[in-house]
């Protein structure tokens, strides 16, 4: 049998790795194998869908055999990784068809048993698109023009062509449009062969991005009525977000 025992210094950091998770599917496949930790899961109503990786070295110890696959509630982890005291360590083990967290900190140990579930869900694959514009920006500045946009409406339209992103929104009461260009600032940057336009749900946007640190580096690759790709780091690990489109009748 297949075995494991993963050493975490900075449970902090494994905490905000499983809420960037948690805020689209609260539970799924978690893949420990020789290399990396990862996740690739569908949100429940298939509009969107979240890729994980953490690699072995963003991890104190890494001890694997083999590669397991646990159908883990993440919503739980979050939980007991939140309980987590300023100094514990924390070492991640299974014991049969439990998952096992042994906080170690301050003289004393504690222990939580999470029960495994059946993983039943086929393996995702990641949708293949040829995207024709892309934005990096700083994670805060996305947020707060999502904020913006929240006063505003439950979607919104994401315009990427040549130097110049802009986002957009409209409801009933009031319009809000956002541009950003490229400046002497080094933390925006837009790349586009060609036009990019798409609408998409604010409330997806918002708790996808939810996780993404402030001073993190946020890449968004766009396409005309495609798939957005939305990217960001948390430490050494990567998350990658795939949001379907809204299509807008002619």
Do not use: W
Not at 7 to 31: H, P, Q, S, T, Y
Not at 144 to 171: C, P, Q, Y
Not at 202 to 211: E, R, S
């Amino acid at each position: 049998m297949d075995s494991f025992e993963i050493g975490v210094d900075d449970v902090k950091f494994l905490r905000g790795c499983m809420d960037a998770i948690v805020n689209l599917v609260e539970e799924g496949a978690l893949e420990i194998g020789a290399d990396a930790i990862s996740v690739k899961a569908m949100d429940p109503s298939q509009i969107a869908m979240v890729v994980f990786s953490a690699p072995k070295d963003a991890f104190s110890n890494y001890k694997v055999s083999g590669t397991t696959k646990l159908g883990v509630n993440f919503a739980d982890l979050s939980k007991i990784l939140g309980r987590a005291r300023a100094k514990d360590k924390l070492v991640i083990t299974q014991q049969e068809n439990k998952l096992v967290l042994e906080f170690a900190g301050a003289g004393a140990k504690r222990h939580f048993s999470l029960p495994l579930l059946e993983s039943s869900a086929a393996v995702q694959r990641e949708p293949r698109v040829e995207h024709d514009a892309s934005v990096k920006m700083r994670g805060s500045e996305f947020k707060e023009m999502l904020r913006d946009v929240a006063l505003v409406s439950s979607h919104l339209t994401l315009h990427a062509k040549g130097k110049e992103f802009s986002m957009n929104a409209k409801g009933d009461s009031a319009e809000m449009d956002s541009v950003s260009e490229k400046g002497e600032k080094g933390d925006f940057e837009v790349s586009a062969k060609g036009e990019a336009r798409a609408t998409f749900p604010l409330q997806y946007l918002d708790d996808i991005t939810k996780a993404c640190p402030d001073d993190s580096q946020l890449m968004l690759s766009l396409r005309t009525n495609a798939p957005l790709k939305l990217s960001y780091g948390i430490g050494k690990a990567s998350v990658i977000y795939y949001l379907a489109p809204r299509i807008e009748s002619e």
